[in-house]
C-alpha cells in the first residue's frame, strides 16, 4: 500500500488567506525556515487497486493535479483510479472537497452514520453527487467495524479499514440536538503485508486505549493542530482553547509529544497542522522539540510504503 500525503495543514491551509500571524506572514515574505502546506488529505492506493482519499479537501483538485498516480489512466472520456472517499469528520475542510468530485464520476463515500447525515442530509448542495441515482453510494462505517476499500464496482478490497469512535465534537454549522461519540473517526488502515496506518487528524483526548492502539502501529498521522491550549487566543486576543475545538495540543505537560514519549514503534507524524503553530518553522525550538523526540512534520508530498 502506498500512503500519499497530499496536504497536512488544518483548516484555512498554511499560510490562510487572511492571516497574518508569525508564520504566515513570514512565508508570504519569504524569510521562513518551514513549508506552506494545503488542508490534511491522504491518497491510499495499491498497484492494481482502487485508490481511496482520506478526507476530501478543498484543494483537491490541486492535490490530485499534483500526484500523477492519480490522474485518469485510460484515453478518453471520464475516468480516475480514485474510487472513493473514507471521511472523519464532518468538518468543512474535510469535506468541501466532495462537491469538485462532483463530475459524474463513480464514488463510495465511507462515513459515520452522524457524518452522513450531517453533510448530505442537511446540506442541499451535496445533493449533487447523487443527481444521477446511484452514481454516489454513501456507506455507512460503524467504529470498530471493519471494512474494505473497494469500488462501487467491487475492485479492490486488498486495504482494510477499521474507525476508531475518537470525539463527539461536531463543526459549528451542524445540527446541535444530535450527538454522536462518531462524529470525529480516527481510521486504522491494514495494507496485504499486514502494515498497519493510523489517521488522526483530529484527536479530542488521550485514553489509555488510544495509547495502546497506537504503540501497535507501523506508522501514525496524529493531530498537530495546536502547540498550545491558548495558541489562538494570544494571538487573536480571542478564540477558543485547542480543548474546547476538539484537539489535544502537541506540547506542554499535558501535550501529545510527552504523553506519548514512550512510543518508539510507529513512524510517527504530525498533521492537520495549524498555521499558527510555532513548530511549523523550522528555526525554532519547538520544531527542535519535535524532531529531537522522533517525531516528524508530515509534509505535502510525501509518500509512506506500507
Ligand atoms: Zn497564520
Known amino acids: 500500500?502506498?500512503?500519499?500525503?497530499?496536504?497536512?495543514?488544518?483548516?484555512?491551509?498554511?499560510?490562510q488567506w487572511n492571516c497574518a500571524c508569525p508564520n504566515c506572514h513570514a512565508v508570504r515574505s519569504g524569510q521562513f525556515k518551514g513549508k506552506p502546506r494545503l488542508q490534511t488529505q491522504v491518497a491510499v492506493k495499491t498497484e492494481d487497486g482502487p485508490g481511496f482519499l482520506l478526507g476530501a479537501s478543498p484543494y483537491v483538485r490541486s492535490q490530485i493535479e499534483s500526484s500523477p498516480e492519480l490522474h485518469p489512466a485510460n484515453m478518453g472520456p471520464r475516468n480516475s483510479p480514485i474510487s472513493g472517499v473514507v471521511l472523519a469528520s464532518a468538518d468543512l475542510d474535510h469535506v468541501l472537497g466532495l462537491l469538485l468530485l462532483r463530475e459524474l464520476?463513480?464514488?463510495?463515500?465511507?462515513?459515520?452514520e452522524f457524518v452522513v447525515k450531517t453533510?448530505?442530509?442537511?446540506n442541499s448542495m451535496f445533493r449533487m453527487l447523487?443527481?444521477?441515482?446511484?452514481?454516489?453510494?454513501?456507506?455507512?462505517?460503524?467504529a470498530g467495524d471493519p471494512f474494505t476499500l473497494q469500488s462501487l464496482a467491487g475492485d479492490g478490497g486488498a486495504i482494510s479499514c477499521r474507525a476508531v469512535a475518537v470525539s463527539s465534537h461536531y463543526p459549528a454549522y451542524a445540527t446541535q440536538t444530535r450527538q454522536s461519540k462518531e462524529a470525529v473517526l480516527g481510521?486504522?488502515?491494514?495494507?496485504?503485508?499486514?502494515?498497519?496506518?493510523?489517521?488522526?487528524?483530529?484527536?479530542?483526548?488521550?485514553?489509555?486505549?488510544l495509547k495502546?492502539?497506537?504503540?501497535?502501529?507501523?506508522c501514525l498521522l496524529l493531530d498537530g493542530t495546536f502547540w498550545?491550549?491558548?495558541e489562538l487566543i494570544r494571538l487573536q486576543g480571542f478564540g477558543q482553547r485547542a480543548h474546547e475545538m476538539g484537539h489535544v495540543p502537541v506540547g506542554g505537560e499535558d501535550g501529545t509529544l510527552r504523553q506519548l514519549a514512550g512510543l518508539t514503534k510507529p513512524r510517527r507524524m504530525y498533521i492537520h497542522i495549524n498555521n499558527t503553530n510555532p513548530m511549523l518553522?523550522?528555526?525554532?525550538?519547538e520544531y527542535r522539540q519535535v524532531r529531537d523526540s522522533g517525531w516528524e512534520l508530515a509534509e505535502d508530498g510525501c509518500q509512506l510504503s506500507l
Open 1 to 15: 500500500m502506498q500512503a500519499k500525503i497530499l496536504g497536512s495543514a488544518a483548516g484555512g491551509g498554511f499560510p
Open 105 to 112: 464520476q463513480p464514488l463510495r463515500v465511507c462515513a459515520s
Open 119 to 122: 453533510v448530505r442530509d442537511e
Open 130 to 142: 447523487n443527481r444521477v441515482a446511484g452514481l454516489v453510494k454513501w456507506q455507512t462505517i460503524r
Open 187 to 209: 481510521l486504522i488502515l491494514t495494507a496485504s503485508s499486514g502494515a498497519t496506518l493510523g489517521f488522526f487528524p483530529q484527536l479530542a483526548q488521550l485514553t489509555s486505549e
Open 212 to 218: 495502546d492502539l497506537f504503540a501497535t502501529l507501523d
Open 228 to 230: 498550545s491550549d491558548d
Open 281 to 285: 518553522n523550522e528555526a525554532g525550538a
